[in-house]
């Protein structure tokens, strides 16, 4: 009797060994941060002529979401052999390479954005002491409301990008994305639709900051652009 007792002592410590175990598949490398316990997923392992975008199409994930949850900073270099965390995939699927000429360019400047707070910009988009700045500083007190500069939609809220801190970076249409970082707190989620102007995190010095300010950036299909071609002037 005493035996069967130690025995059924012991079911819930192999359970928990077996869920530790199965997390463990998943746990990412460095250079990817942690976002299995989260949402579950599969490793890509870049094959030649696969993009970043014909990897998320593939996989049915939004090329933004793939870039920030692995911690791309530039998605035009994805190197052949770099391990790729698919967030919500179930198995790894075979993608078809890069044909030139499938993809027409994005048009520039189709979406209107507007001010994702008011302020006068500190440091301004290109370059800065020899390293290209990616966005535009707009500083402000801990704690101002950052706002959607136009409807869409939260394609990753976290803190997986070197430097950047909170960030949220919301996918709008004409495959333009925005990316708001530094945050002191973030106030949606991923997979969250938002509208124009609402509040989805607040001002602070997260990652590689040096006072609170909110670094504001305007990507398509990923790459960097000047925001202020974007932005109505002031
Ligand atoms: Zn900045």
């Not at 301004?124 to 390293?131: Q, S, Y």
């Amino acid at each position: 009797m005493k035996f069967n007792i130690r025995l059924w002592f012991l079911i819930p410590v192999i359970m928990l060994t077996v869920a530790c175990a199965q997390y463990g598949g998943v746990r990412s490398e460095r250079g990817a941060p942690q976002y299995s316990a989260d949402f579950g997923g599969v490793y890509h392992t870049v094959e030649k002529g696969q993009t970043l975008w014909r990897i998320a199409k593939a996989y049915g994930v939004e090329l933004e979401t793939l870039q920030w949850v692995n911690g791309i900073e530039d998605v035009t270099a994805i190197p052949v052999g770099r391990r790729l965390f698919i967030p919500g995939a179930r198995r790894v699927l075979h993608v078809e390479p890069y044909h030139p000429g499938l993809l027409k360019p994005p048009s520039p400047g189709v979406v209107r954005i507007a001010w994702p707070l008011t302020a006068t910009i500190s440091s301004g988009f290109g370059l800065r002491n020899g390293k290209k700045h990616q966005g535009i500083d707009l500083p402000a007190p801990v704690g101002t409301p950052v706002r959607a500069a136009a409807d869409g939609k939260v394609v990753y809220s976290g803190h997986g990008m070197r430097g950047y801190g909170n960030v949220v970076v919301l996918k709008h249409a004409d495959e333009v994305s925005t990316v708001y970082a530094h945050n002191s707190v973030i106030l949606v989620r991923m997979g969250d639709r938002v509208k124009k102007g609402q509040i989805i995190s607040r001002v602070g010095k997260t990652g590689w900051a040096t006072g609170p300010h909110l670094h504001f950036e305007v990507r398509v299909r990923g790459v960097p652009e000047n925001p202020m071609a974007y932005l109505p002037r002031t």
